[in-house]
């Protein structure tokens, strides 16, 4: 077996695969009902470059080709073995491995103080308000997807994103007010802590 790392959304087209053979544009149907496209980025392009490549590396194989009318004929894929196993291997590192990642918020937080109180404050609420949109857009798509009756097995993943922004948007408020009240104060361009406490020893001491 070709010793492939899987992306994102190759492991998206065996988690598919894993439940029955089907054409790409199936795939992408499904995908979108899921909200796949909310974790990985979907397009037409990358889709059908993700297929051959699983194809050539023996991780799924042609089973069918289907044609509706006068549209252009489907070929349909199945996962091989070798695809199974990929996909477990895959999918043991991504569920209980802890990588390491770096969110580009962090750096942002880490340029308040730089950026001063008025700025700051200005982009944090409007951090709040596209989060505040985006956590409203969430309630209506897991409403819809439970009044579906989707097996919730398949969206445990959207349920985690949005959790995790439920829990952004309530952080970012709470920081928000803890700044524009003042309980925790702006330094500008103070010298560190540190460096105060040594320069005071020092005259205290000569």
């Known amino acids: 077996m070709p010793s492939v790392k899987l992306t994102a959304l190759g492991v998206a087209v065996l988690e598919l695969l894993h439940e029955k053979p089907m054409h790409p544009y199936e795939m992408a149907q499904l995908m979108r009902e899921r909200y796949v496209d909310r ?6 392009g990358s889709l059908y470059h993700t297929v051959e490549r699983l194809q050539r590396c023996g991780f799924i194989e042609v089973v069918d080709t289907q044609r509706d009318g006068r549209r252009p004929e489907r070929t349909v894929y199945a996962m091989t073995p070798a695809g199974q196993d990929a996909l477990e291997q895959r ?4 569920l209980g491995d802890v990588a ?7 750096s942002g937080l880490a340029v308040i ?14 951090r709040i308000t596209l989060l505040r949109a985006s ?33 952004e948007l309530e ?36």
């Open 39 to 44: 974790r990985v980025k979907l397009k037409a």
């Open 91 to 94: 999918g043991r590192e991504l």
């Open 100 to 106: 390491e990642e770096y969110p580009a918020f962090l």
């Open 113 to 126: 103080d730089e950026l001063g109180r008025d700025t700051a404050l200005v982009e944090l609420e409007h």
């Open 135 to 167: 956590v409203a857009s969430d309630q209506v798509m897991l409403e819809q997807v439970r009044g579906e009756a989707v097996p919730e097995v398949y969206w445990l993943d959207f349920r985690y994103a949005a959790d995790h922004r439920a829990f």
């Open 171 to 206: 952080w970012c408020e709470r920081l928000y007010a803890e700044l524009s009240s003042g309980r925790i104060p702006f330094q500008g361009h103070k010298p560190a802590l540190s460096l105060v406490t040594e320069e005071t020893d020092e005259r205290e001491t000569s």
